[in-house]
């Protein structure tokens, strides 16, 4: 962290990640896989017990995730595309002509079930 009062560097600790709460009050660290709460720090960083995910669940509608990265994708190359007129390609038939393959996209763990493996010699 660095001090523009005093114009020093102080060094916090090694974690892999962190976020800063919108109040700039907590900061959420990660180290080793685990994540700590802590009041945003002046000082050396001390953790005391990480934050207890063993009865954490998600539910993950993956026909919405994927429809989302999808319509992201689409978007993106849309709106940023090099060429506007995209080599006359009708950007928006291109979004309708794939969508429809959406339902049958599953997440990536289960494609071991629905493609066919080949053995490369």
């Known amino acids: 962290m660095y001090n523009l009062k005093d114009k020093e ?3 916090l600790g090694e974690y892999s990640e962190y976020e800063i709460s919108k109040d700039r009050k907590k900061m959420l660290l990660t180290k080793s896989k685990k994540y700590y709460l802590i009041d945003l720090p002046k000082s050396t960083i001390k953790t005391s017990s990480a934050i207890d995910l063993s009865n954490m669940t998600m539910h993950i509608n993956y026909a919405q995730e994927w429809k989302q990265i999808y319509d992201e994708a689409w978007r993106q190359m849309r709106d940023f595309f090099y060429m506007e007129n995209m080599h ?3 950007w928006n038939k291109m979004h309708e ?3 429809v393959f959406l ?3 599953k997440p990536v763990s289960y494609t071991h079930l629905t493609l066919p ?3 490369i010699v």
């Open 117 to 119: 493996t080949k053995r």
């Open 88 to 90: 006359g390609l009708d």
């Open 9 to 11: 560097e102080k060094e």
């Open 97 to 99: 002509k794939y969508a």
């Open 103 to 105: 339902p049958y996209v």
